[in-house]
């Protein structure tokens, strides 16, 4: 099992379209290929979406996902600003493995709600889906896409620590960029200490 992410990252409307048409040709790419893929999570936006969050399983799913991560390029004519003369638009693919280590469950307030959506009487009489809260940091995930609650528990936990992980990253990022700005910031003068070689 992977989780693949498609975002338009800081990337105009246009991106965000990108995203959704990107989704619609790797959700048939998979079909073709025999990967089941599901929808996890989407951050939809008036144009389509700022990013979705994937899960993809079945055999040759690595090479499969490998074949699409990176920068995807849309070369087509702004429908939203149709004056603007750029034409080509990009939108990033990320494949994760499964977080290797999971929070445990003292970490985390589960709470059991309805799924909503289609899927007919099972959806509307069961409680199967699960909101998951990682309580040291916030986090929050609804998970639905199982039929059993045991499973969208699981399936929580992974989203969780891959926000954990991404959290930890963006900090890690930060520093590195504090660092980096130490370069440009040195003040010359005011010293803290003063050598002076013979």
């Known amino acids: 099992m992977l989780l693949i992410q498609i975002s338009a990252a800081q990337g105009p409307a246009e991106c965000e379209l990108a995203v959704k048409y990107t989704l619609q040709r790797l959700l048939k790419d998979a079909q073709t290929a025999k990967i089941e893929v599901q ?3 989407a951050l939809p936006s008036q144009h389509g979406y700022l990013s979705v969050l994937l899960q993809a399983d ?3 799913v690595q090479a499969w996902a490998d074949s699409w991560c990176g920068s995807i390029q849309w070369v087509f004519q702004s429908k939203i600003r149709p004056s603007h003369k750029r034409k080509n638009w990009f939108v990033g693919v990320a494949a994760v493995a499964p977080a290797a280590t999971l929070p445990n469950d003292d970490s985390i307030v589960f709470q059991a709600c309805r799924a909503s959506g289609s899927g007919g009487q099972h959806v509307n009489t069961t409680d199967s889906a699960v909101h998951a809260t990682h309580v040291a940091t916030g986090i929050s995930v609804k998970v639905m896409s199982e039929r059993s609650q045991h499973a969208n528990k699981k399936l929580a936990r992974q989203l969780i620590a891959l926000k954990l992980q991404s959290l930890a ?3 890690q990022a930060d520093q590195q960029q504090q660092r980096h700005q130490q370069h440009w ?11 002076k070689l013979p």
């Open 39 to 41: 929808l996890l999570e």
């Open 185 to 195: 910031q040195l003040e010359r003068g005011n010293p803290v200490r003063v050598f």
């Open 169 to 171: 990253e963006s900090a």
């Open 58 to 60: 079945g055999d040759g």
